[in-house]
């Protein structure tokens, strides 16, 4: 008997697709004509090494457009567990805020060992931060570098009144500057949350200048090419990950 079903298509095939598409200007076609995807295992080393840092980022535009479209791919993530165990060789490292409306890997519908993950409030870069991300993309080979904000940010609200309690006092005070280069007509408050979405997006900008001007390391890697620092927001209402250059 002839079985009708039609096949998943391997995380390979995926991704060479996404290399391919990554060649021309990208129209979501390609996507939209995968209506159901199964990962069986972790991203492997061969895989990762063939996708440029723009194949990296259509991929998880590919995978954003899934979690919007509550088609997720079907991970197995027990299994993704077990092939990478011997090794990990996630694609990009993302620093996104602790909000926990915003989880990178969900809204990007990726894998075990697909992402290095940093997360902090506001997410702001520091000593740490960019240690970590140097690991991620010198030596471990990660092939993009993202900062990824969100709309209704509560860190970036607490920046702009003020808010003062502990350590979170000097922490919001990394985010103030986002807020003085931020040019906007409105009322400049925190109840006003056009605003904060704007001050929002300034942050991600000055985290990308913060990275380039605080890491040699990084930033020689970005001007070789071999890795592409970008910026990003995640919309709250919606769901899309606003993806730019900086």
């Known amino acids: ?44 080393k061969e895989e990762r090494d063939a996708m440029t840092p723009d194949a990296v980022i259509e991929h998880f535009k590919n995978g954003n457009l899934r979690f919007r479209e509550n088609r997720p791919a079907k991970h ?82 607490g920046a702009i009144d003020n808010a003062e309690l502990g350590n979170l006092t000097a922490m919001l005070d990394e985010i103030k500057p986002a807020i003085e280069r931020t040019e906007y007509s409105g009322e400049r408050k925190g109840s006003n949350y056009e605003f904060v979405d704007a001050v929002a997006r300034k942050n991600v900008e000055l985290t990308i200048e913060n990275i380039r001007r605080n890491s040699p390391v990084l930033k020689e890697l970005e001007d070789q090419k071999k890795i592409k620092i970008v910026g990003s927001m995640y919309m709250l209402t919606g769901g899309k990950v606003d993806f730019f250059e900086v």
């Not at 391919?20 to 159901?36: D, E, K, R, W, Y």
Request: hydrophobic residues 45%.
């Open 1 to 44: 008997m002839k079985n009708n079903q039609p096949t998943q298509p391997s995380r390979r095939k995926i991704l060479k697709q996404t290399l391919a598409v990554s060649a021309i200007s990208f129209t979501g076609i390609a996507a939209l004509s995968m209506p159901s995807i199964s990962f069986a295992a972790s991203l492997r």
């Open 76 to 157: 197995d993530y027990l299994a993704q567990k077990r092939s990478s165990i011997a090794g990990q060789y996630p694609a990009a490292v993302i620093l996104s805020c602790i909000d926990s409306r915003a989880p990178a890997e969900i809204v990007l519908d990726a894998g075990i060992g697909e992402t290095f993950n940093s997360r902090v409030a506001g997410n702001i870069s520091n000593r740490d931060m960019l240690g970590s991300m140097e690991f991620a993309c010198a030596i471990a080979g990660a092939k993009v570098v993202l900062v990824m904000g969100h709309t209704r940010c509560g860190a970036v609200r």
